[in-house]
């Protein structure tokens, strides 16, 4: 599996996949690292060998390793109601896989944190969902949210994100 942490920080989502990943799982982390926009110039649509114009962190070395994994987990902070814009540039320079249907087949999944709980982020989750739901559409993955961590030293909150670490760890045992 491929493991993404889309945050520009090596924190919570960062720690999720740490914990979430095995031997033979590569983490990538996308903090710190130089990354353009999309400049929307639709080149990458024709036969590119390195898949986009742009020579950035993405191009060099996140398109070969989505390209070889037939899993893929993001882990994102919600930020402003959303997935971070470092996971949505990401998203939009995927832009390079639609043309020969390259992510058809794959599995996505999403991890999210954020301050608020869980419930109180259901309506921007849903959102999110059916965000992912509607590009995968195109994009021929399947796509499926893993689940939501609150970011909180409550001790609580902690055993809770705790749990559901592990819950996710079964669901993905292989
Ligand atoms: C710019 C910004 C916007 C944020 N917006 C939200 C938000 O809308 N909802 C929320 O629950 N948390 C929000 N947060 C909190 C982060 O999602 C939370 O701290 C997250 O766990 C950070 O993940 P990281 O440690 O992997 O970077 C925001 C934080 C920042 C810096």
Redesign the pocket.
């Known amino acids: 599996m491929l493991l993404i942490?889309c945050?520009?920080?090596?924190?919570?989502?960062?720690?999720i996949l740490k914990n979430i990943q095995n031997d033979d799982d590569k983490l990538i982390s996308l903090s710190n690292k130089k990354i353009s926009f999309c400049l929307g110039c639709e080149k990458c649509q024709g036969d590119l060998e390195k898949h986009c114009v742009l020579d950035d962190f993405i191009t060099n070395n996140v398109y070969e390793e989505v390209l070889k994994e037939d899993t893929i987990i993001f882990?994102s902070?919600?930020?402003?109601?959303?997935i971070?814009g470092i996971l949505k540039n990401l998203l939009d320079r995927f832009n390079t896989f639609y043309n020969h249907q390259l992510l058809k087949g794959k599995k996505i999944y999403l991890i999210?944190?954020?301050?608020?709980s869980k419930e109180?982020?259901e309506s921007?989750i849903n959102a999110i969902i059916d965000y992912f739901n509607g590009i995968s559409e195109y994009f021929y993955f399947d796509f499926e949210f893993l689940d939501y961590?609150v970011?909180s030293e409550d001790q609580n909150v902690k055993v809770e994100n705790f749990n559901r670490l592990n819950a996710i760890k079964s669901k993905l045992k292989r």
Do not use: V
């Open positions: 942490n945050s520009n920080q090596e924190k919570n989502c960062f720690n882990a902070p919600m930020y402003m109601s959303n971070n999210m944190t954020g301050y608020a109180e982020n921007e961590f970011d």
